[in-house]
């Protein structure tokens, strides 16, 4: 089956820093990714759509300077979080979505801590 | 815009029990429905999904959903819980947020009472 793989697992940084997640589509080509965030004990909010070779669309409410979402080819999406401050802090899950059908799988999480 | 409702955010049955996890949603096209499970610091895993064609829907480790229209629902079940079941479990909708993007419930914890 489709796998997405996510690096990394966990990343602690310092409060001011910039962190970089990445999001791979291992057997499939993923035109469309989502990235989401995860608050402890609650579910997942859709930050933002990255379709590849153009721009991301954020939801509202997303700091599009502060997520910076690229998506330079059809396997690969980066979130980069820039200038981390604790509130930042949280559980970030990628997604990428097969052109085929409605088939949407996730990576394993990111958990980011910042200090 | 399309929505969903989970019904309890907390579940608990004794292994052996039927599982019913209770998802009701709000949409103005015909839905795209899905369920996951999340175990503890991990990634979402796809029990199943609707689209088209057949409204029970077979899944993964025993789970099943039935599309109800009239009903506006998607509830999940398993005749019989193990205790590798207890997880969090989320119902979702394609839509709502990004053109693209699945829209989540709150999702449900289940608990399995040895």
């Known amino acids: 089956g489709a796998v997405v793989s996510q690096h990394p697992s966990r990343v602690i940084c310092k409060s001011g820093t910039s962190v970089k997640i990445e999001c791979r589509s291992l057997d499939f080509q993923a035109t469309t990714m989502f990235w989401y965030r995860q608050f402890p004990k609650k579910s997942l909010m859709l930050m933002a759509t990255s379709n590849e070779g153009s721009k991301a669309t954020y939801e509202q409410g997303v700091e599009k300077d502060k997520f910076l979402i690229n998506h330079a080819s059809l396997t690969l999406s980066t979130l980069t979080v820039t200038s981390a401050h604790p509130e930042d802090s949280s559980f970030y899950i990628c997604?990428?979505?097969?052109?085929?059908?409605?088939?949407?799988?996730f990576g394993s999480g990111t958990r980011l801590t910042v200090v | 815009a399309q929505s969903v409702t989970q019904l309890g955010s907390h579940v608990s049955v004794s292994e052996g029990a039927l599982v019913l996890l209770r998802c009701n949603y709000s949409s103005s096209v015909p839905p795209y429905l899905f369920w996951y499970v999340q175990y503890p610091n991990q990634g979402l895993q796809l029990l199943l999904k609707y689209t088209t064609g057949a409204t029970l829907v077979k899944g993964i480790n025993g789970f099943e959903a039935e599309f109800k229209k009239s009903e506006t629902s998607f509830h999940l079940t398993k005749p019989s819980a193990h205790m590798s079941d207890a997880a969090e479990y989320f119902c979702?909708?394609?839509?709502?947020?990004?053109?693209?993007?699945?829209?989540f419930g709150k999702g449900t914890h289940l608990i399995i009472q040895p």
């Open positions: 997604s990428a979505k097969e052109a085929s059908n409605y088939g949407y799988t």
């Open positions: 979702a909708v394609v839509g709502g947020g990004g053109a693209d993007g699945l829209t």
